[in-house]
């Protein structure tokens, strides 16, 4: 039986990675996660609950900056593989902690990559983001264009890969780097757009919208992101990879206020803010190589996305 370490594994992704590794492989899966507080650590505790009870399942509590905790975890486990999606996330809160970005995304990364090394695992998914592609002016966004991050957080995602790509060469370390455009679903986060503005619609206050609407985003339902991470652990074609995992339809800001007005039955009330330094124009993935290295064929439109992210807002009461 193969053994699967999950870094982050009880954050939004993380924890539907988990869903499907437990329901649909015979892996065992070990998660590392310190519960972080960016977001109520309560909400991560309901996300591995279920996954508690599994006997294939163990969660440990820890810090991928501490790297004498990591080496003893991986002294007493050996892994087949990693999946590494532990992060400091968001955007706009890296402008003011670069510090601790660099720490957790590329020194975090680091540990796990010597790890990796020192244990003889052969095989490393990274859960990269499209934010790499920042600045650069072309779209859709292609996996050869050069990487010109415009936050502290997609820095720390492109040093990530760097330093994923050098181990990958040096050490025969299969590697994936996947980066994720905008993933919603069951679970967001409460910081991200969809979640974050259906709290506030439906509590009647206002929901903050930076620029004047146009923005786009190609957003990504959490289940088809799993399904390339799935991919991702079964591709052995090559030794380093990175490649989309986005939906290539891109959604204007306005035009997903008024999809979540409809689903939701409230009207929004706006809140227009000036264009965040961070943020991007727009994000469009290319995913023709997902599809060919991968087999990935996202398959939830922004549509049914929304109506099963609302359904799921509403059962929590
Ligand atoms: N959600 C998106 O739209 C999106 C887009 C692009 C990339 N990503 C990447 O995907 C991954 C998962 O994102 P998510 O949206 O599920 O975020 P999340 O915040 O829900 O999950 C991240 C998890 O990592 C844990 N963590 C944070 N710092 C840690 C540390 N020092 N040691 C151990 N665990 C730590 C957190 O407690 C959390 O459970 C991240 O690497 C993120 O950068 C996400």
């Not at 053994?3 to 329901?23: M, N, P």
Request: glycine fraction near 6%; charged fraction near 20%; aromatic fraction near 10%.
């Amino acid at each position: 039986m193969k053994t699967i370490l999950v870094t982050g594994g009880a954050g939004f992704i993380g924890s539907h990675l988990v869903d499907r590794l437990l329901a649909t492989t015979e892996a065992r899966v070990v998660v590392v996660d310190n519960f972080s507080d960016f977001y109520a650590p309560e909400i991560k505790r309901a996300n591995v609950r279920a996954h508690l009870e599994n006997p294939r399942y163990q969660l440990i509590e820890a810090d991928i900056r501490e790297f004498e905790r990591l080496r003893s975890i991986f002294s007493e486990t050996p892994f087949d593989a990693i999946v590494h999606l532990a992060a400091c996330t968001g955007v706009r809160p890296s402008l003011e902690q670069a510090i601790d970005y660099e720490q957790t995304n590329v020194t975090g990364t680091l540990h796990l990559l010597e790890l990796a090394r020192e244990f003889s695992i052969r095989k490393f998914v990274f859960g990269s983001s499209s934010s790499i592609y920042g600045a650069n002016p072309n779209a859709p966004f292609k996996e050869e264009f050069l990487p010109l991050p415009i936050s502290p957080y997609a820095a720390s995602k492109a040093a990530g890969e760097m330093f994923a790509y050098t181990y990958s060469h040096l050490y025969q370390i299969q590697t994936v780097c996947l980066r994720f455009f905008t993933v919603y679903g069951p679970r967001q986060r409460p910081d991200l757009a969809i979640h974050k503005f259906a709290r506030l619609m439906t509590a009647g206050k206002p929901i903050p919208l930076y620029g004047d609407g146009t923005t786009e985003r190609d957003y990504t339902f959490v289940s088809d992101i799993v399904s390339g991470i799935i991919a991702a652990l079964q591709y052995n074609q090559t030794p380093f990879e990175a490649i989309n995992l986005g939906c290539s339809e891109m959604v204007p800001l306005k035009r997903l206020v008024e999809m979540l007005e409809t689903a939701l039955g409230v009207k929004a009330n706006i809140d227009r803010l000036p264009m965040h330094p961070g943020d991007l124009e727009r994000t469009h993935a290319d995913i023709n190589k997902a599809e060919q290295l991968l087999g990935y064929v996202p398959t939830t439109t922004i549509e049914t996305g929304i109506s099963k992210f609302v359904e799921w807002f509403r059962s929590r009461g």
